[in-house]
């Protein structure tokens, strides 16, 4: 495999984007393009090429990916970040399958928080179309990942793309992609991971989507990386032997309509003032995996039928199609969250918003949902080891 970049100009073509490779250093700045911090308070380099265009046009930039609060989180903090500084951001998001039990309450946050309520075109169905490409390799109805079409895929949609063109840099929230993105484009990435590593297909094939990763992460003139949760931050350097940094979601995005000026006083400002609406009597049972398939509702319904009139009223969210809207959940007086993954975005917006009081369960019994539930969806397929 050959160790070199693919090319050094700026438009990349399909025959140099073909070629897999184990190294990303070389011709990109010998500065880090992009400083991260735990804070997420972005300062451009000195001597960046985006700091040399102009402080005061607008940042371009486009991320990647296919969970929309992941998407939501980066995106939210660097324009909170960087004001007052304006960021565009052009976000390519998988389709939204209806009726999918994992994809409904990402289906309504998608449009109703990104706006994205229309099929995708142009560039962005080409980036749809390279989703269900992956899913094909992931859920073996192909033989093993297809990267050579992936890399062409991505060509075709820089070469139809003004907004790809001029971007100043991207940002992608899964690691597969953004090993294709490295190989393609010659600007600086910057990556924020909330998903497994990689899921296993080949034992010895996958190993190189490891090596390429490892490297991309040791590369910091050319790649800032960050995870949220400390439990992917020990796979990735189980997997690689590489640590990243763990940046913490804050879900600012849940305060739609607050200025970004204030968006970075929410966590250190004065807690703000509970809605006049609130219900002080109801509390928020939030929907999750282990509730489906566990004997906790039926005992808790017979315990509610039983006791008459009880003093709290419950909201129970039985699957992913029952939408809590944030300004709603903000008014409830308590939330109750059986978790199902080891770091939920659910989690950090009930914290964000400030509203009800968190219950969690302790130690022994969240041992026992991971067992009986898995922590993720996706845990079925594996994960490279």
Same mark, same amino acid.
């Given at each position: 495999?050959?160790?070199?970049?693919?090319?050094?100009?700026?438009?990349?073509? +399909?025959? !140099?984007?073909?070629?897999?490779?184990?190294?990303?250093?070389?011709?990109?700045?010998?500065?880090? %393009?992009?400083?991260?911090?735990?804070?997420?308070?972005?300062?451009?380099? @000195?001597?960046?090429?985006?700091?040399?265009?102009?402080?005061?046009?607008?940042?371009? /930039?486009?991320?990647?990916?296919?969970?929309?609060?992941?998407?939501? @989180?980066?995106?939210?903090?660097?324009?909170?970040?960087?004001?007052?500084?304006?960021?565009?951001?052009?976000?390519?998001?998988?389709?939204?399958?209806?009726?999918?039990?994992?994809?409904?309450?990402?289906?309504?946050?998608?449009?109703? +928080?990104?706006?994205?309520?229309?099929?995708?075109?142009?560039?962005?169905?080409?980036?749809?179309?390279?989703?269900?490409?992956?899913?094909?390799?992931?859920?073996?109805?192909?033989?093993?990942?297809?990267? %050579?079409?992936? =890399?062409?895929?991505?060509?075709?949609?820089?070469?139809?793309?003004?907004?790809?063109?001029? %971007?100043?840099?991207?940002?992608?929230? +899964?690691?597969?992609?953004? !090993?294709?993105?490295?190989?393609?484009?010659?600007?600086?990435?910057?990556?924020?991971?909330?998903?497994?590593?990689?899921?296993?297909?080949?034992?010895?094939?996958?190993?190189? $989507?490891?090596?390429?990763?490892?490297?991309? %992460?040791?590369?910091?003139?050319?790649?800032?990386?960050?995870?949220?949760?400390?439990?992917?931050?020990?796979?990735?350097?189980?997997?690689?032997?590489?640590?990243?940094?763990?940046?913490?979601?804050?879900?600012?995005?849940?305060?739609?309509?607050?200025?970004?000026?204030?968006?970075?006083?929410?966590?250190?400002?004065?807690?703000? +003032?509970?809605?006049?609406?609130?219900?002080?009597?109801?509390?928020?049972?939030?929907?999750?995996?282990?509730? #489906?398939?566990?004997?906790?509702?039926?005992?808790?319904?017979?315990?509610?039928?039983?006791?008459? /009139?009880?003093?709290?009223?419950?909201?129970?969210?039985?699957?992913?199609?029952?939408?809590? @809207?944030?300004?709603?959940?903000?008014?409830?007086?308590?939330?109750?969250? =059986?978790?199902?993954?080891?770091?939920?975005? /659910?989690?950090? @917006?009930?914290?964000?918003?400030?509203?009800?009081?968190?219950?969690?369960?302790?130690?022994?019994?969240?041992? #026992?949902?991971?067992?009986?539930?898995?922590?993720? $969806?996706?845990?079925?397929?594996?994960?490279?080891?």
């Amino acid at each position: 495999m050959d160790a070199g970049r693919p090319g050094v100009e700026d438009k990349p073509s +399909a025959g !140099s984007a073909l070629r897999f490779v184990l190294s990303v250093a070389g011709d990109l700045p010998q500065r880090p %393009a992009l400083h991260l911090t735990r804070a997420w308070r972005g300062r451009l380099s @000195e001597g960046s090429a985006m700091h040399e265009s102009g402080l005061q046009r607008p940042l371009k /930039s486009a991320i990647f990916g296919v969970h929309t609060t992941l998407l939501l @989180e980066p995106m939210t903090m660097l324009r909170a970040a960087l004001f007052p500084r304006k960021v565009h951001i052009k976000v390519f998001m998988r389709d939204c399958p209806r009726g999918n039990p994992h994809w409904e309450h990402h289906c309504a946050l998608q449009c109703r +928080a990104l706006g994205d309520c229309s099929p995708p075109s142009g560039s962005k169905a080409l980036f749809v179309d390279l989703i269900h490409m992956f899913e094909d390799a992931i859920f073996g109805h192909t033989e093993y990942y297809r990267v %050579a079409d992936y =890399l062409e895929l991505l060509v075709r949609m820089y070469d139809m793309d003004e907004e790809l063109q001029g %971007a100043d840099f991207y940002v992608c929230t +899964a690691p597969l992609m953004c !090993s294709l993105m490295r190989t393609v484009f010659n600007k600086p990435l910057l990556a924020y991971f909330g998903m497994q590593l990689h899921v296993a297909r080949d034992h010895q094939k996958d190993q190189l $989507w490891l090596m390429h990763f490892r490297e991309m %992460a040791r590369d910091r003139c050319s790649n800032a990386m960050a995870v949220h949760n400390f439990a992917m931050r020990e796979q990735i350097r189980h997997g690689t032997g590489v640590q990243l940094d763990v940046v913490r979601p804050r879900a600012l995005y849940v305060h739609s309509g607050v200025p970004l000026w204030r968006l970075n006083a929410v966590y250190t400002g004065p807690p703000p +003032a509970m809605p006049r609406t609130a219900w002080p009597r109801r509390v928020l049972l939030h929907r999750s995996s282990y509730v #489906k398939v566990s004997l906790f509702l039926p005992l808790l319904e017979e315990h509610l039928s039983a006791c008459g /009139s009880y003093p709290l009223e419950f909201r129970i969210v039985r699957n992913s199609s029952d939408f809590i @809207e944030f300004r709603e959940m903000r008014r409830y007086r308590a939330a109750v969250l =059986l978790p199902w993954d080891p770091a939920l975005m /659910s989690f950090y @917006e009930l914290y964000s918003v400030n509203g009800p009081a968190v219950f969690l369960p302790d130690r022994a019994l969240v041992f #026992k949902v991971q067992q009986l539930t898995g922590w993720i $969806w996706s845990q079925p397929s594996g994960a490279v080891q």
